[in-house]
């Protein structure tokens, strides 16, 4: 017996596309938002703290990134 | 699957394509490169894949129409509006790494289908076979855009596997 092929734009796919995308804006998202707040002076803290998570998270997926964007990384206060 | 993406194992068309692959994930912001790329990539060339994938509407504006349509209706469904270009300009800094739509791709891309063929041959289609490997996802991204699009991936399909 053939398996059933779901449709890709039917109800369920839809629902799961959806998740993609989010997935998708919400990382890209991050990475400009994250980016307009180092250069508008934030610290690695207060970037953390707006995201909810440690400022070793944030730091650490997105200081190299930023490093090379020439940002100036207050570096104070962290 | 990893090896097939070793440089070692790539003729020249194929790595210039998924070279172009990299560049349209990187260019877009994406931090892994997918099926969706790969097609933009080979959408951009002018061998017989990507002059097959233009007869069907798929020429490099094409595709990245219809995939931005796809995210604006994915979106949609979760009540989402699309976000401006502009909110989501960052610096890129690694190079993307190689997603899961992608792999599966090429796992489907039967390079062997043409064994018959002289080497030159299989190299002239190495590109096409690769763009079978994408077409033959029943779901995810790539058909949905396609759907939405109003292209019969069937019939691409069977067009590129009669070459």
Request: glycine share 8%.
């Amino acid at each position: 017996m053939t398996p059933h092929i779901p449709e890709p734009t039917g109800a369920e796919a839809d629902d799961l596309g959806a998740v993609v995308a989010l997935r998708e804006l919400a990382d890209r998202l991050e990475d400009a938002a994250v980016e307009r707040a180092m250069r508008a002076g934030w610290t690695w803290s207060q970037v953390a703290e707006a995201l909810g998570v440690t400022r070793q998270a944030v730091h650490k997926k997105h200081h190299r990134r930023l490093e090379v964007a020439g940002i100036e990384l207050r570096r104070r206060h962290g | 699957m990893a090896d097939r993406l070793d440089d070692e194992r790539l003729g020249v068309t194929l790595k210039r394509v998924v070279i172009g692959a990299i560049d349209e994930a990187a260019r877009r912001g994406s931090s892994t490169v997918e099926a969706e790329h790969l097609l933009l990539a080979i959408s951009a060339g002018t061998d017989v894949a990507g002059t097959t994938l233009a007869e069907f509407g798929l020429d490099h504006a094409g595709v990245e129409a219809a995939l931005r349509q796809e995210r604006e209706q994915a979106l949609r469904a979760a009540g989402i509006q699309p976000v401006a270009e502009e909110r989501l300009r960052a610096t890129r800094n690694s190079r993307p790494g190689w997603g899961a739509s992608l792999r599966e791709a090429m796992r489907r891309a039967d390079h062997r289908a043409r064994r018959d063929r002289g080497r030159a041959e299989r190299e002239r289609l190495a590109v096409a076979d690769t763009l079978l490997g994408i077409l033959r996802a029943d779901l995810g991204t790539v058909p949905r855009a396609l759907a939405y699009a109003g292209v019969d991936r069937r019939a691409l399909i069977t067009r590129l596997e009669q070459l």
